[in-house]
Every structure is written in structure tokens, then in C-alpha cells.
């Protein structure tokens, strides 16, 4: 699994917003987290990338799909409400939790569940 997250600093009026771009933590179709694995180690690599995209913590967020964040309701809040429109750390805390229930419920749905789930509880217990 190869993906690529994209953080930059967004200066406007003197202050500086961390903006991420993140990849990597959505399942595609077919891929096998735990009994006959698509590869050895991919539930490390999903849990590392899980755990690299939550310690984030962006002020403004994107991503590839667009639904992600809203981008339609954000440009015509943004007519009225500027920049602060895009100021979402909160969604995108949410959206970053959302990925990591869909790799733990991944193993309670008969993909491996015993492994993946025993793995996902290590990771939350750690938080």
C-alpha cells in the first residue's frame, strides 16, 4: 500500500494554517486485511498510516474526494463567512476516527475478525 498526504502552511493575514491533504486509510475493493492477507504487513502499514494521519491535526483539510469535507456547503459558507469556513480540525478528527471504526469493523466482518479487531483494540488502547 503506497499512498501520498499532503501538508503544506497556508499564510493569509498573518497566520498560518496547517492544511493536510491526507491518502491512505480507505479500504479498495478486494483488499484482505487478515485471513490471506493482500500482502504481509498490511495491517501494520494500515495502522501506522492511521495512527500518521491522526497525529496531524490540521486546521484546514482536503482531500480526494470531495464529499470528504464538505467542499460544496464550504464554498457557499465561504462567500460569507471567509477563511474561517475552512477551519475544520474537528471534521477532519471525525473523519480520521470514521477510518479507523471501518478498519475495525474490516474485522468483524469476517475478514480475519479475531486478528484485525485484536489488532485495532492494541492500537485504541494506546491512545
Known amino acids: 500500500m503506497i499512498s501520498t498526504t499532503w501538508v503544506t502552511?497556508?499564510?493569509d493575514t498573518g497566520r498560518a494554517y496547517k492544511v493536510v491533504f491526507p491518502d491512505g486509510a480507505g479500504f479498495n475493493p478486494g483488499y484482505r486485511l487478515a485471513?490471506?492477507?493482500?500482502?504481509?504487513?498490511?495491517?501494520?502499514?494500515?495502522?501506522?498510516t492511521l495512527h500518521f494521519l491522526e497525529n496531524?491535526?490540521?486546521?484546514?483539510?482536503g482531500g480526494h474526494h470531495t464529499e470528504y469535507f464538505d467542499l460544496e456547503g464550504k464554498r457557499k459558507r465561504?462567500?460569507?463567512e471567509g477563511v474561517n469556513t475552512w477551519i475544520d480540525p474537528e471534521g477532519y478528527r471525525r473523519f480520521i476516527a470514521g477510518k479507523k471504526r471501518a478498519f475495525e469493523d474490516s474485522?468483524?466482518?469476517?475478514?480475519?475478525?479475531?486478528?484485525?479487531?485484536?489488532?485495532?483494540?492494541?492500537?485504541l488502547a494506546k491512545e
Open 78 to 80: 465561504a462567500a460569507t
Open 56 to 61: 496531524l491535526e490540521p486546521d484546514i483539510w
Open 35 to 48: 485471513k490471506d492477507p493482500s500482502y504481509p504487513g498490511i495491517n501494520r502499514d494500515y495502522r501506522n
Open 9 to 11: 502552511t497556508l499564510l
Open 107 to 123: 474485522g468483524r466482518s469476517g475478514n480475519g475478525s479475531q486478528e484485525v479487531a485484536s489488532e485495532v483494540k492494541e492500537i
